[in-house]
């Protein structure tokens, strides 16, 4: 015999719970799950974004481990070779359902995979005595539902702001907003633990309740705080299975956890086998394995903003590290601009009101940031560059590196490249790995004494060490005449169109400027791939502005496109370049939204 698992997943959410200490929270079902089990203090999505965060509990693998699973919105090939956990549940004899929401950023048949996944798909579909492996998906709760107030108990004057916040009206009407959606979220799961216990299944049934990413308020959900990785995690293990948990019911876990783990996690309660492709780490069930010290996280391109951020997060530490530190966190990103608290804290900094520490998120992107999570939850002050904290930052980044060459990220892998993959990228003969890695840090440090370096490295076969040798030459405070020449000619002619668009970028303060522009512009046009149409626009954006020849347009032809994202970009970039963006007015291209409704 063996046991039933019901997962209950709330969309975009930290942990707002009473359980949790939350003094505003409205959750008495959740309240009441977690004062009866267990309590994961420091439990961790691996993605910021749903999408990379589903891919990686769906298949106990870091989404950056098959890219481009790692973006948001991508499709990544699933082999044969890569299982997920409903797949072997039900090899094992389980019933399993999934209701409904799926968005697993990857080609998985989930017909094949679940025995049924619709808005009725119900454990009660099973055959009489069969175990069932049931999710339920509330949306209630996703960040959609931030875009208008949502009334009730909680109200904005109740509201303690975070230190990197201004207080203004709609950063507190979507704080008061959320925490009624919460209260909404847990009467929902609460009604669905009412029909576990009607259908007398309760006491055969493990019950976890967890949040697919981080909540969705100002810098958190998209963005590599702790904000955007932070979710609730609560499991209930009933009397008769109580020999497979290893800490008591009525307890809090303190050592971290992340959705990585979800995967082995319910095989190990099955009694199944873990894949040796799953990256998790099972922490209930017959094959529990140690305790975690880090959970990992990724940022790649959010919907039309690229970027490359990777995480490290102890109990108390936070460490960031940003490959590319000519991205700011903003500029804007049209769907979550819909929310009045982005468009009051961009309103703000555009008019000078805010402090230092507010205006953080608007510049540019330190390479390193480490943070202090036990004397600074709100993740203020950077102590990456005091000597204090060496030794902290050094584990961090150790502990940072080793998984990346263990997971074989492929972050580094330009998006629509031909390598990327998770069957391409298992080996160094494709996929030079730690030479990438080593390149990248030289490059996004901007280390002074790489310039002979990035130089000779514009000559390597691999297309991925060629853009990364070409970003070291853009991020260089000074380049010589033979940089940019080389650069003119990765630019004119280079096997890879990533690499020209790189070269581009960067010749946009020389004598080469018009022409440098010039390629931008084209490679936003209907010929390129997706990614490559992004990466061009988000270029010209930072680097173009009215007197440019022919950019605004480029942005008004982009507008035109028949992709939502790359709409949006130009949308932005022709009201930048003419002086009349208004955060208060978002880019986000409704009507077409509407039209071509995706899955969420």
């Known amino acids: 015999m063996r046991p039933n698992i019901l997962w209950l997943v709330s969309e975009d959410n930290n942990s707002w719970l009473g359980c949790y200490g939350d003094p505003l929270a409205r959750t008495p079902n959740l309240d009441a799950l977690g004062r009866k089990g267990v309590i994961y203090r420091n439990a961790t999505s691996t993605a910021s974004v749903c999408a990379p965060s589903r891919y990686a509990f769906l298949t106990g693998m870091h989404a950056e481990s098959n890219a481009p699973a790692q973006h948001m919105r991508a499709t990544a090939h699933l082999p044969a070779a890569i299982p997920t956990y409903p797949q072997l549940m039900r090899n094992a004899g389980y019933y399993c359902t999934n209701n409904e929401k799926t968005d697993y950023n990857c080609d998985v048949d989930v017909d094949a995979i679940w025995d049924e996944?619709?808005?009725?798909?119900?454990?009660?579909?099973?055959?009489?005595?069969?175990?069932?492996?049931?999710?339920?998906?509330?949306?209630?709760?996703?960040?959609?539902?931030?875009?208008?107030?949502?009334?009730?108990?909680?109200?904005?004057?109740?509201?303690?702001?975070?230190?990197?916040?201004?207080?203004?009206?709609?950063?507190?009407?979507?704080?008061?907003?959320?925490?009624?959606?919460?209260?909404?979220?847990?009467?929902?799961?609460?009604?669905?633990?009412?029909?576990?216990?009607?259908?007398?299944?309760?006491?055969?049934?493990?019950?976890?309740?967890?949040?697919?990413?981080?909540?969705?308020?100002?810098?958190?959900?998209?963005?590599?705080?702790?904000?955007?990785?932070?979710?609730?995690?609560?499991?209930?293990?009933?009397?008769?299975?109580?020999?497979?948990?290893?800490?008591?019911?009525?307890?809090?876990?303190?050592?971290?956890?992340?959705?990585?783990?979800?995967?082995?996690?319910v095989l190990s309660l099955a009694g199944l086998d873990v894949p040796k492709t799953m990256q998790g780490k099972a922490f209930l069930g017959a094959r529990t394995e140690d305790p975690r010290e880090f959970t990992f996280g990724a940022r790649d391109r959010v919907d039309e903003r690229d970027g490359l951020v990777r995480v490290a997060m102890t109990e108390r530490w936070h460490y960031m590290r940003t490959y590319t530190p000519h991205?700011?966190?903003?500029?804007?990103?049209?769907?979550?601009?819909?929310?009045?608290?982005?468009?009051?804290?961009?309103?703000?900094?555009?008019?000078?009101?805010l402090d230092s520490v507010q205006s953080a998120f608007f510049e540019a992107q330190p390479y390193e940031a480490l943070y202090d999570m036990s004397a600074d939850p709100d993740q203020l002050v950077n102590l990456a560059d005091?000597?204090?904290?060496?030794?902290?930052?050094?584990?961090?980044?150790?502990?940072?590196?080793?998984?990346?060459?263990?997971?074989?990220?492929?972050?580094?892998?330009?998006?629509?490249?031909?390598?990327?993959?998770?069957?391409?990228?298992?080996?160094?003969?494709?996929?030079p790995l730690g030479d990438i890695m080593a390149l990248a840090r030289r490059a996004a440090s901007r280390d002074p004494d790489a310039a002979g370096y990035f130089l000779a490295a514009m000559d390597h076969a691999n297309e991925v060490v060629r853009y990364w040798a070409a970003i070291g030459l853009l991020l260089a405070e000074h380049r010589s005449p033979a940089a940019d020449a080389r650069l003119a000619s990765a630019m004119r002619s280079d096997s890879s169109v990533h690499v020209r668009l790189v070269a581009a970028e960067a010749l946009t303060p020389t004598d080469l400027r018009g022409e440098a522009i010039g390629v931008l512009s084209q490679l936003t046009g209907p010929d390129q791939i997706q990614a490559v149409r992004l990466g061009a626009l988000n270029a010209l954006t930072f680097v173009a502005g009215a007197k440019d020849p022919g950019v605004a347009d480029t942005a008004a032809a982009a507008e035109q496109a028949d992709d939502l994202q790359i709409r949006n970009a130009g949308r932005f970039l022709r009201q930048s370049i003419a002086g009349t963006y208004n955060p208060h007015q978002p880019v986000f291209d409704l009507q077409y939204f509407l039209k071509n409704l995706p899955k969420e």
């Open 117 to 265: 996944s619709s808005q009725s798909a119900h454990w009660r579909g099973r055959a009489k005595g069969q175990p069932f492996m049931a999710v339920f998906n509330s949306l209630t709760t996703h960040e959609r539902f931030t875009f208008k107030p949502t009334p009730g108990a909680v109200e904005p004057d109740q509201i303690n702001l975070p230190g990197y916040l201004p207080d203004r009206p709609g950063i507190r009407e979507n704080f008061a907003s959320y925490h009624n959606l919460m209260e909404k979220m847990d009467a929902e799961f609460g009604a669905r633990l009412a029909e576990l216990e009607a259908d007398g299944l309760a006491e055969d049934t493990i019950v976890f309740y967890y949040g697919d990413n981080g909540g969705t308020m100002p810098r958190s959900k998209h963005y590599p705080w702790r904000e955007g990785f932070e979710v609730p995690l609560i499991v209930y293990v009933p009397p008769k299975w109580r020999h497979l948990s290893p800490v008591g019911m009525g307890t809090e876990v303190a050592t971290p956890v992340s959705l990585l783990d979800l995967a082995p996690t």
């Open 327 to 353: 991205r700011p966190y903003w500029p804007e990103m049209a769907y979550a601009w819909r929310m009045a608290g982005y468009q009051d804290w961009d309103a703000a900094w555009r008019a000078g009101e």
């Open 386 to 431: 005091d000597p204090a904290y060496a030794q902290e930052l050094a584990r961090c980044r150790d502990a940072l590196d080793r998984q990346m060459l263990a997971i074989r990220d492929n972050g580094f892998i330009p998006e629509g490249s031909p390598l990327e993959g998770w069957q391409n990228t298992r080996s160094n003969a494709k996929y």
